[in-house]
């Protein structure tokens, strides 16, 4: 977690599987910036969005994570290719991080049916 003026800006996480490039390296580890008025607005602006509006999470979160493993940057073709449980990681991190700085996820117990708010691992792990 980087901190500008003793708030938050940008959140280490772990990717459960990882992104898989095009040479068999795997990138799990990244960082993610808060979003800003000008990542949004840029939304507006791709082509992809016109025929595909679920692209621009893809989009969104391009602009976002300043670093995924050893890739120096992230692209949203780059993010086609992450694994199902990688991108719902990613989105409910996203999410998290811009609605009060700590990631949490509301879940409820399989066996007793208690809910509760649990941290959600910035290493991404269970």
């Not at 969005?49 to 670093?67: C, D, E, K, R």
């Not at 995924?68 to 991080?97: H, K, M, S």
């Not at 509301?106 to 809910?115: E, N, S, Y």
């Amino acid at each position: 977690m980087t901190n500008t003026a003793l708030f938050p800006t940008e959140f280490d996480f772990t990717l459960p599987k990882g992104l898989l490039d095009a040479q068999g390296q795997l990138h799990r580890t990244g960082r993610m910036r808060l979003a800003t008025a000008k990542d949004e607005m840029a939304l507006l602006q791709d082509p992809h969005l016109q025929a595909n509006p679920a692209y621009g999470m893809l989009v969104l979160l391009s602009q976002v994570i300043t670093q995924l493993g050893a890739l120096e940057r992230v692209t949203p073709a780059d993010l086609e290719n992450l694994f199902r449980p990688d991108i719902q990681y990613l989105r409910v991190f996203y999410e998290q991080i811009h609605q009060s700085g700590l990631p949490q996820l509301a879940v409820q117990c399989p066996q007793c049916q208690h809910q509760f708010a649990a941290e959600l691992s910035p290493s991404g792990e269970h």
